[in-house]
């Protein structure tokens, strides 16, 4: 069964540095998502990506988040200058003609 | 104002019992509504998911039941396994726009 990648699994930065996490969404898929969960608290929504560009994005995705499809396979979320608070698994996924997204298995990101 | 908080509502039943997860929605746009699985560790997995114009559907031993009147949604389980053991969210999202609002979650512990 098709399934989105995520990598690295774990990531640990120190504050201020700049994290790239990586994502393989599946194959045929057109739309494309970050999502985040803090421990113990429910997945939130980053951004969605579609035909190259952001459709959708949410108050947490500032100006120090980015994303980008540079390839016709891989899928990125760039944090420019990572905070504290940034500490957080994070969730790509991706959907095809159906609403229905299919996660990865995410990259716990720890800024210390 | 939101409540975001560390403890999430757990649901304990007995092997073999049936498992009523219960999840409300406040955007009356929502039209289209998803269950996710949670295991430790890793993505949210696709139980089932129910459009707006249904109230109910059924897969493999589980049932999504939907109230639009009082904006409710319920996951029914039979016969519960304890690899059902898991956080279950229900998320919902409206045409036109693909990303997903997820709600706090509930933690179901199956005991043999």
């Known amino acids: 069964e098709p399934e989105v990648t995520q990598t690295p699994s774990h990531q640990v930065t120190q504050m201020g540095q700049e994290v790239i996490l990586r994502c393989v969404p599946i194959?045929?898929?057109?739309?494309f998502y970050w999502y985040r969960q803090i421990l113990g608290q429910k997945v939130e929504f980053l951004v969605s990506?579609?035909?190259?560009?952001?459709?959708?994005k949410s108050e947490i995705f500032d100006d120090q988040f980015s994303v980008e499809r540079p390839d016709g396979s891989n899928f990125t979320l760039k944090i420019r200058s990572t905070k504290l608070e940034d500490s957080a698994m994070y969730f790509c996924?991706?959907?095809?003609?159906?609403?229905?997204?299919?996660f990865g298995s995410g990259t716990q990101l720890s800024v210390l | 104002g939101e409540s975001v908080g560390l403890h999430l509502p757990t649901l304990s039943v007995q092997e073999g019992d049936n498992s009523i997860i219960n999840c409300a929605y406040s955007?009356?746009?929502?039209?289209?509504f998803i269950w996710y699985k949670q295991e430790s560790g890793k993505g949210p997995q696709f139980i089932i998911d129910?459009?707006?114009?249904?109230d109910k559907r059924q897969g493999q031993r589980v049932t999504v039941l939907l109230n639009k009147t009082v904006k409710h949604l319920s996951l029914q389980i039979a016969a519960t396994q304890p690899g059902d053991s898991a956080v279950y969210f229900c998320?919902?999202?409206?045409?036109?726009?693909?990303?997903?609002?997820f709600g706090s979650g509930t933690r179901l512990q199956v005991q043999p």
């Open positions: 996924a991706s959907s095809g003609a159906e609403e229905k997204l299919f």
């Open positions: 998320a919902a999202g409206d045409t036109g726009r693909r990303a997903l609002t």
């Open positions: 990506f579609y035909n190259n560009e952001i459709s959708e």
């Open positions: 129910i459009r707006s114009n249904m």
């Open positions: 955007n009356s746009a929502s039209d289209y």
């Open positions: 194959s045929n898929h057109l739309y």
